[in-house]
């Protein structure tokens, strides 16, 4: 009876350790895994705005720019963390030549340690340009 205790004890505890875990990842996030979020949703989000009817007429790479903010906000809100503010800005995105700059500021929520009061608050930059051939007519 004494040693099913200790394995009631231990599974217990095995779950309270992976809990805490679970809490502090969703709390923390690291400045590189925001960096390849953004980069993968900038270019997804470029290729999906390209103006293929202008590439075939006139054989230049044209994006479109409503097209752009609505394919990266779509894809970024489903990648954001729930536990997090992120102000999303947009720099020179021009058409011709395609090339977009994003900007994302994170903020976290505020999380007490030992009566410290801590948060974790993050700007990741992006600049993105597609380039491609040209068609020769």
């Known amino acids: 009876m004494k040693n099913a205790f200790w394995a009631y004890w231990l599974i217990l505890l095995g779950i309270v350790i992976v809990v805490i875990m679970l809490l502090v990842q969703n709390l923390t996030t690291s400045s590189t895994q925001d960096y390849y979020l953004i980069k993968e949703i900038t270019e997804a989000s470029m290729i999906d705005a390209v103006d293929y009817s202008y590439y075939r007429t006139y054989g230049e790479i044209r994006i ?4 752009f903010y609505e394919s990266f906000l779509r894809r970024f ?18 058409e011709a030549p395609p090339k977009a700059s994003v900007e994302i500021k994170s903020k976290s929520n505020t999380f007490n340690v030992v009566g410290d009061s801590t948060t974790f608050d993050m700007v990741e930059r992006i600049d993105s340009i597609i380039e491609g051939n040209t068609l020769d007519n």
């Not at 809100?77 to 021009?94: I, R």
């Open 64 to 67: 479109n720019k409503e097209k």
């Open 77 to 94: 809100s489903e990648n954001a963390a729930l536990n997090t503010t992120y102000t999303v800005s947009f720099y020179g995105v021009y």
